[in-house]
């Protein structure tokens, strides 16, 4: 028999509202659900025009961005990137990265590896700002 995990993602515990981002952010993080070793994975639905209030970037995680549904923009260092339903953007671990949903909202999915958990991310409060 094959061995494979299989998880609905809208299944998976949302994590905004422990963090007090709920309703704007509904934030899925599927790799512990997945009994993922190497790569992360999850699940972001952004509410229209939101902007997450912190940008981050890692130690030794490199991640992808894939915008599902919806629109917007992805501040990664100093460039503001417009983003279309299904645009994928790397980010290298050193690069700080934002996201922000146009005005209909946002879906990303985001795959990060090696998978290196909380630790190995800097958040920065406010970073992106106007």
Not at 48 to 77: A, N, T
Not at 78 to 96: F, G, H, S, Y
Not at 106 to 130: K, R
Request: proline share 8%; glycine share 10%.
């Amino acid at each position: 028999m094959a061995s494979y995990t299989l998880k609905n993602l809208k299944e998976v515990e949302d994590q905004a509202p422990k963090f007090g981002l709920s309703p704007n952010l509904e934030a899925r993080f599927a790799t512990k659900p997945l009994g993922s070793e190497k790569t992360g994975l999850s699940y972001q639905r952004l509410a229209p025009d939101f902007r997450m209030p912190f940008g981050h970037h890692h130690g030794k995680q490199e991640e992808v961005y894939v915008l599902v549904s919806g629109s917007g923009r992805i501040k990664v260092d100093d460039e503001i990137v417009e983003l279309r339903q299904w645009d994928a953007v790397r980010v290298p671990k050193e690069t700080m990265r934002c996201l922000e949903a146009g005005p209909e909202g946002a879906e990303i999915i985001a795959f990060g590896a090696p998978h290196t958990g909380p630790q190995d991310a800097e958040m920065a409060p406010g970073w992106w700002s106007d």
